[in-house]
């Protein structure tokens, strides 16, 4: 027998007009700025690492590395000669849009992309409009499929779902075809890419969407 | 970032004492009944739920045991804990991203008429928030599990600050991430030297009896204390 006790909604929204003006302000000096989530280790820095190398040439990418605490990620992503700036949130687990204008201050990006990867966290940085101009997440196989449901904030607000990974899956139970029902239930519009950023399987597919996502805020 | 155009409070210091102030009714409270209480903390997907069932199993039939699900908008897992055999009660956070105090308290006086011995909350899936909040827990219990990496200590180093107890889960999937056992370990006794640390995978069963033999420990320990101090 289960009871359910729904417990007291707290909203944070004081920062949407500064995620706007921010948001104008990036389209005004030809930055496109995405703001990458998911738990801690799905691994977004790989992903990003991958990107990067992948899309020399192409186009010039800049990542803000969000952490509580050490610089572990823009050590990784400074070693691939990319533009790069660690912000440290002292606890936070969230980045909000105060603090991105902080960190892009900071960085003074010559990028025509640039990443917020954002703190390890399904759960608040959902709630919290950055200023990017699309919201991508990372689910990774060994988390479940059943992550949808469970955290549904993070699926309904993105824009694009890397499902990483997938060269793990024979050590996992992970419906892909059950995962994407899942999350197109809450959020019918959402591009989800299945990939491997060790592999590099899939990748292809991810870095056309991104390529072309830039190019429609470009010319828009 | 500063501003003089406004006056800044900090609210945190009265948030932190009013959570400590239900932390200690609970502690009252689980004394007062004879309740070993366990907060248990991981990332999303780390595999909370099924080290839980393999607890579950193997206490259940020395312990009568009830189970706190923590979960923004879900009772899947309650479902799951269920037919294990424990009492469960879910408690919906929304967008709450941790288990605090109060909610503890809340979900403790839920159980009164039938108590169990061991209370285990599964706390929110979130390797920061819950750190921060003492629920009045008697065995701090973290999972972090092999395909999240031995980094994460660095990352989130208040949760492996706080915890008494971890376990390394999915170390049957050793082969194929580059998880260092021995970095990971020393990376987390540099924060915490007290912490003990035992591999396992809630999958295979691998490595459980080490880790539930010192579990037996502190529940008996614990609930023979609580006891003996309520029946003087």
């Given at each position: 027998?289960?009871?359910?006790?729904?417990?007291?909604?707290?909203?944070?929204?004081?920062?949407?007009?500064?995620?706007?003006?921010?948001?104008r302000?990036?389209?005004?000096?030809?930055?496109f700025?995405?703001?990458?989530?998911?738990?801690?280790?799905?691994?977004?820095?790989?992903?990003?690492?991958?990107?990067?190398?992948?899309?020399?040439?192409?186009?010039?990418?800049?990542?803000?590395?969000?952490?509580?605490?050490?610089?572990?990620?823009?050590?990784?992503i400074?070693?691939?000669?990319?533009?790069?700036?660690?912000?440290?949130?002292?606890?936070?687990?969230?980045m909000?849009?105060?603090?991105t204008?902080?960190?892009?201050?900071?960085?003074?990006?010559?990028?025509?992309?640039?990443?917020?990867?954002?703190?390890?966290n399904?759960?608040?940085?959902?709630?919290?409009?950055?200023?990017?101009?699309?919201?991508?997440?990372?689910l990774?196989?060994?988390?479940g499929?059943?992550?949808?449901?469970?955290?549904?904030?993070?699926?309904?607000?993105?824009?694009?779902?890397?499902?990483?990974k997938?060269?793990a899956?024979?050590?996992?139970?992970?419906?892909?075809?059950?995962?994407?029902?899942?999350?197109r239930?809450?959020?019918?519009?959402?591009?989800?890419?299945?990939?491997?950023?060790?592999?590099?399987?899939?990748?292809?597919?991810?870095?056309?969407?991104?390529?072309?996502?830039?190019?429609?805020?470009?010319?828009? | 970032?500063n501003?003089?155009?406004?006056?800044?409070?900090?609210?945190?210091?009265?948030?932190?004492?009013?959570?400590?102030?239900?932390?200690?009714?609970?502690?009252e409270?689980?004394?007062?009944?004879?309740?070993?209480?366990?907060?248990?903390?991981?990332?999303?997907?780390?595999?909370?739920?099924?080290?839980?069932?393999?607890?579950i199993?193997v206490?259940?039939?020395?312990?009568?045991?009830?189970?706190?699900?923590?979960?923004?908008d879900?009772?899947?897992?309650?479902?799951?804990?269920?037919?294990?055999g424990?009492?469960?009660?879910?408690?919906?956070?929304?967008?709450?991203?941790?288990?605090?105090?109060?909610?503890?308290?809340?979900?403790?006086?839920?159980?009164?008429?039938?108590?169990?011995d061991?209370?285990?909350?599964e706390?929110?899936g979130?390797?920061?928030?819950?750190?921060?909040?003492?629920?009045?827990?008697?065995?701090?219990?973290?999972?972090?599990?092999?395909?999240?990496?031995?980094?994460?200590p660095?990352?989130?180093?208040?949760?492996?600050?706080?915890?008494?107890?971890?376990?390394?889960?999915?170390i049957?999937?050793?082969?194929?991430?580059d998880?260092?056992?021995?970095?990971?370990?020393?990376r987390?006794?540099?924060?915490?030297?007290?912490?003990?640390i035992?591999?396992?995978?809630?999958?295979?069963?691998?490595?459980?009896?080490?880790?539930?033999?010192?579990?037996?420990?502190?529940?008996?320990?614990?609930?023979?204390?609580?006891?003996?101090?309520?029946?003087?």
């Amino acid at each position: 027998m289960i009871k359910v006790i729904e417990l007291k909604r707290t909203v944070t929204d004081s920062n949407d007009r500064d995620a706007a003006s921010l948001r104008r302000e990036l389209t005004e000096r030809g930055i496109f700025l995405l703001n990458l989530m998911s738990a801690p280790g799905s691994g977004k820095t790989t992903l990003l690492s991958r990107t990067i190398t992948d899309l020399t040439g192409k186009v010039r990418i800049g990542v803000m590395e969000a952490d509580i605490a050490s610089d572990v990620d823009a050590l990784s992503i400074n070693a691939l000669g990319a533009e790069s700036i660690q912000v440290h949130t002292d606890g936070m687990c969230h980045m909000d849009a105060g603090m991105t204008r902080d960190g892009l201050a900071e960085l003074n990006p010559k990028a025509d992309i640039v990443f917020l990867e954002n703190i390890g966290n399904l759960i608040c940085p959902a709630e919290f409009d950055t200023g990017a101009h699309r919201n991508v997440m990372i689910l990774s196989l060994p988390e479940g499929d059943d992550k949808p449901l469970k955290y549904p904030y993070m699926f309904q607000k993105c824009d694009a779902l890397l499902i990483t990974k997938t060269d793990a899956a024979p050590y996992f139970d992970f419906d892909l075809a059950v995962a994407e029902e899942r999350v197109r239930a809450i959020n019918p519009t959402i591009r989800i890419f299945p990939l491997s950023a060790k592999t590099g399987d899939g990748m292809k597919d991810w870095e056309d969407w991104l390529i072309q996502e830039w190019e429609k805020q470009k010319n828009a | 970032m500063n501003d003089s155009s406004f006056d800044v409070i900090e609210v945190r210091a009265d948030l932190e004492a009013e959570n400590d102030r239900f932390a200690s009714k609970v502690r009252e409270l689980t004394r007062k009944r004879g309740v070993f209480l366990i907060n248990l903390m991981a990332s999303p997907g780390a595999g909370k739920t099924s080290v839980l069932c393999r607890i579950i199993d193997v206490l259940s039939p020395s312990y009568r045991i009830g189970v706190m699900e923590a979960d923004m908008d879900a009772d899947v897992d309650s479902h799951t804990v269920t037919t294990h055999g424990a009492q469960a009660l879910q408690l919906r956070t929304g967008t709450s991203c941790h288990v605090d105090a109060k909610m503890t308290l809340r979900g403790l006086e839920y159980f009164e008429a039938k108590m169990p011995d061991v209370l285990i909350i599964e706390n929110v899936g979130n390797l920061v928030c819950p750190a921060e909040f003492d629920v009045g827990a008697d065995l701090k219990l973290m999972i972090l599990s092999v395909p999240e990496g031995d980094d994460k200590p660095l990352k989130y180093p208040l949760m492996f600050t706080v915890s008494d107890l971890m376990l390394i889960n999915k170390i049957d999937t050793a082969p194929i991430f580059d998880f260092d056992i021995s970095k990971c370990k020393d990376r987390v006794r540099a924060l915490n030297s007290e912490m003990e640390i035992f591999p396992v995978s809630a999958k295979t069963g691998d490595g459980f009896s080490p880790f539930i033999a010192k579990l037996k420990r502190l529940i008996d320990v614990t609930l023979t204390e609580k006891r003996k101090g309520v029946s003087q």
